[in-house]
């Protein structure tokens, strides 16, 4: 399969009749959706028409060091240059692509877009739909706000409009009766989202890497920035009007205002073929909850540490098992880059994830297995202003 992808500057409709000045992969935000299955090799021609360098980070995939989209792995696409990238596909799950390079302004501008690898294993529901949940931060004259506020440095940069899909305020249907997948992305620079839908019960059915052993009941989930999560979500009644919303939620800079990011309508009722079952994939531990770290990450060193922090190189086939500690005084989504770890948290099942919160005073345990992908890797937080600040560190994984 192979994909064009444009970068380029365009007018971003967010709202009927308002335009702000976007940077959209062929020219739409989000960019195009690309659905694969697993084990296609995916090809993607990066064709960069803004007047600055790009490239695109393909996250949470498995995939080469050389084909990591970072500038530790390739020289940034200067404007007018192409670059290929081409790889395959190893899991199935809900990933998403971004811009790697000035990530604040050309993420927030809308360089995003959803990737959907398909496996054999995927439950049969009755439809499917991907939502990518956003924030945009606007001026007093409706544009989008200039970047560098040194505020956003230390907080992070949230805006007063919520998009799904490149769009505040939207209106979505679904039939009454149904039971659909829904692939949830968070793509903002920094809004962390407690999701409700219409505060009713839905299935967690997947996380970052895929299927989850089996679903999980909630009424809400904290989805923070660069997380993915699958729900299993109706049947609902004919009629029913839900608001799908951000729930307050204080991840150090104080709890926020529950917030509508769009509205579900349900329509007549179809008939359902949904099934979901009770157990939805096999995950074996990496290792018991109890086991001694083999690495300690102090977030806060981190956040002060600056750019081009080294840590010290991983070797393929050696488990490591990662205790970071956050004693900051804000929450920090953990995101590492080409390889799944396990939360080791005795109340949450064994699932795959690449990006973790890791909540203010406190720390979490991750353990993971670097399989035989040498070269260039790097973790930083997902909170994109940490991220340009300094808030990450390069490894390299050795044989
Ligand atoms: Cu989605 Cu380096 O990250
Ligand atoms: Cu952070």
New binding site residues.
């Given amino acids: 399969m192979l994909i064009q992808l444009e970068a380029r500057e365009f007018d971003w409709e967010v709202a009927p009749g308002r335009v702000v000045r976007g940077f959209g992969f062929n020219g739409q935000v989000p960019g195009p959706s690309i659905e694969a299955q697993v084990g296609d090799t995916l090809a993607v021609e990066l064709t960069n028409r803004l007047a600055e360098p790009t490239t695109v980070h393909w996250h949470g995939l498995r995939i080469p060091a050389a084909m990591d989209g970072t500038e530790s792995v390739q020289r940034a696409v200067a404007a007018g240059e192409t670059f290929r990238y081409s790889f395959v596909l190893p899991d199935a799950g809900t990933f998403w692509y971004h811009s790697h390079v000035n990530e604040t302004e050309q993420v927030e501008r809308g360089l995003y877009g959803a990737l959907v690898v398909r496996g054999p294993d995927d439950p049969a529901l009755d439809a499917e739909r991907i939502l990518l949940l956003d924030d945009l931060k606007l001026d007093e004259t409706g544009e989008i706000a200039s970047f560098g506020d040194p505020h956003e440095h230390h907080a992070g940069r949230e805006g007063g409009l919520l998009l799904v899909n490149g769009r505040s305020d939207a209106g979505l249907e679904m039939a009454a009766g149904q039971i659909e997948r829904w692939r949830v992305v968070n793509v903002a620079n920094t809004r962390f989202v407690r999701l409700s839908i219409g505060a009713q019960i839905f299935a967690v059915i997947g996380t970052d890497g895929g299927l989850l052993p089996a679903p999980l009941r909630v009424r809400e989930i904290l989805v923070t920035p660069g997380e993915r999560v699958d729900l299993a979500v109706g049947p609902f009644t004919e009629g029913e009007e839900i608001a799908i919303e951000a729930l307050g939620y204080d991840r150090g800079k104080g709890e926020t205002e529950p917030a509508r990011l769009a509205t579900l309508r349900v329509g007549a009722a179809e008939p359902s073929r949904a099934k979901l079952p009770d157990s939805l994939r096999r995950i074996e531990p990496l290792v018991s909850a109890d086991v001694e770290p083999t690495r300690t990450i102090d977030m806060k060193a981190l956040?002060h540490g600056g750019h081009g922090q080294r840590d010290t190189p991983v070797r393929v086939g050696e488990l490591q098992v990662w205790e970071l500690v956050n004693e900051t005084g804000?929450d920090?989504?953990f995101h590492l880059h080409g390889f799944f770890f396990q939360v080791l948290d005795e109340s949450a099942p064994t699932a795959w994830k690449d990006t973790v919160n890791v909540p203010r005073k406190q720390s979490v345990r991750v353990a993971w297995l670097p399989d035989d992908r040498p070269g260039a890797w790097m973790y930083h937080?997902h909170?994109l202003e940490?991220h340009a600040m300094g808030?990450m560190a390069h490894f390299d994984v050795v044989r």
Wanted: net charge neutral; with cysteine.
């Fill in positions: 956040m804000q920090h989504p937080c909170i940490h808030m």
